[in-house]
């Protein structure tokens, strides 16, 4: 609730049963990331507090996670 909007969670909630292999933890990752870039991004210029409710990610979809071979 600190980072997700409500429709945010419900939108994870709905998806919590997929065959990811990281379950909604992933996409909830992602958002965080990609909040905290657009707070970095937009504070400069805007020169207050943004909030992270302040973005909203909907219909966020994420590539299927890789494995690296070394």
Do not use: C, M
Request: charged fraction near 25%.
């Amino acid at each position: 609730p600190k980072i997700l909007t409500e429709a945010e969670i419900a939108e994870l909630s709905a998806h919590a049963n997929d065959a990811q292999p990281s379950g909604p933890w992933r996409e909830a990752l992602a958002r965080f990331a990609i909040k905290e870039a657009i707070y970095k991004a937009v504070d400069p210029f805007v020169r207050r507090y943004v909030g992270f409710d302040e973005a909203e990610l909907l219909g966020l979809s994420l590539p299927e996670p890789s494995t690296l071979e070394v």
